[in-house]
């Protein structure tokens, strides 16, 4: 099976940096592709990054030219590097992992907190 685990949140003062990591464990890491959600409290899971197992990375307006995806198939890690954080980026953050093909549902993790605060 999979196990997902992040790590990296905290809080940051607007226009900071930080990077999440997202550990894996399992199969096929590097056959599936792999995304960064988040969740603010009051509003629904959107996606922030995701990046195909061919290295193709796709971002919503919001966070494009800010954040970058990653992926490290030997570590079987993923990660999310987030500059010019903004308040509005305050979430909890959840990796998510595509097995569907492989076992036939979506992984997740259990989050990570991230607040952007002066």
């Known amino acids: 099976q999979v196990q997902l685990v992040e790590s990296g949140g905290g809080l940051v003062q607007p226009g900071g940096s930080l990077r999440l990591s997202c550990a894996a464990s399992?199969?096929?890491?590097?056959?599936?592709?792999m995304a960064w959600y988040r969740q603010a409290p009051g509003k629904q899971r959107e996606l922030v990054a995701r990046?195909?197992?061919?290295?193709?990375?796709n971002y919503p307006d919001s966070v494009k030219g800010r954040f970058t995806i990653s992926r490290d198939n030997a570590r079987k890690t993923v990660y999310l590097q987030m500059n010019n954080l903004k308040p509005e980026d305050t979430a909890n953050y959840y990796c998510?992992?595509?097995?569907?093909?492989?076992?036939?549902?979506?992984?997740w993790g259990k989050g990570t907190l991230v607040t952007v605060s002066s």
């Open positions: 998510n992992g595509e097995w569907r093909s492989f076992y036939g549902r979506d992984y």
């Open positions: 399992g199969t096929f890491f590097s056959d599936i592709t």
């Open positions: 990046i195909t197992s061919t290295g193709n990375t």
